[in-house]
């Protein structure tokens, strides 16, 4: 019930592309969707990240795709960077609750 | 924006010593904080959570005794590996939340623990 599954685990792109990553969670009680940002040796940095009562939300080139009545929830980087080379997160929340995160991709954007 | 921030960022202990990680929140009042570990190439793994004034939840499988926690204000929490050993070793993690806010969660920038 608390479990987020992520893939792909990883994922190497070209610069100018596409990045995908899927999220799928179980428990429909959810109500915060984020993804976090983490490069080696830091720790994450929130991205972006959506409430289940809207279907998309944009901010520069990252998208968050939610999917309420298949329980997925996807991020898309666009116009990919090499600078995103990072291992994303995606988490889901209960509110007053603690994170559940995924088990992350790492991305590696090729110049 | 809020901020969080963790001391030391990397740390080498001689086993059987104790070693104290500290994360402040520098700009807003933290009522709740989080303590994660995380193994190379592997998601984080929340060990505890920490509420100013009280004695922190342990996960499951996470010695109490071991990795103290404290949280004696708003602003500051610390965990304190004890009688590290070099099992020990790991990336650790604190993350914090925003009074009053249900969604903020502020990750401190980890601490690299190498128990030698």
């Known amino acids: 019930q608390q479990q987020v599954k992520q893939s792909p685990q990883s994922l190497i792109v070209q610069k100018g592309g596409i990045s995908i990553i899927n999220c799928a969670y179980e428990?429909?009680?959810?109500?915060?969707f984020p993804w976090y940002q983490q490069f080696p040796g830091k720790g994450p940095a929130l991205l972006i990240a959506?409430?289940?009562?809207?279907s998309e939300k944009k901010e520069g080139r990252f998208t968050i795709s939610f999917n309420k009545s298949a329980k997925q929830f996807s991020l898309h980087i666009m116009d990919s960077q090499p600078g995103d080379s990072a291992t994303y997160f995606c988490?889901?929340?209960?509110?007053?609750?603690?994170?559940?995160f995924g088990e992350g991709t790492q991305l590696t954007v090729n110049p | 924006g809020a901020v969080v921030s963790q001391h030391p960022s990397w740390v080498i202990c001689k086993s059987g010593t104790s070693v104290k990680i500290e994360c402040r929140s520098l700009d807003f009042q933290a009522t709740t904080m989080f303590w994660y570990r995380q193994f190379p190439k592997q998601s984080l793994m929340l060990m505890a959570t920490s509420n100013e004034g009280s004695k922190a939840t342990y996960e499951q499988g996470v010695e109490k005794d071991k990795f103290l926690i404290n949280h004696a204000s708003l602003t500051l929490s610390t965990l304190t590996v004890t009688s590290a050993h070099p099992e020990d070793s790991s990336f650790y993690i604190c993350?914090?939340?925003?009074?009053?806010?249900?969604?903020?969660?502020?990750f401190g920038s980890g601490t690299r623990l190498t128990v030698v």
């Open positions: 993350s914090a939340t925003h009074l009053g806010t249900n969604y903020g969660y502020t």
């Open positions: 988490a889901a929340m209960l509110s007053g609750s603690r994170l559940t």
């Open positions: 428990n429909t009680a959810f109500d915060y």
């Open positions: 959506i409430r289940p009562d809207v």
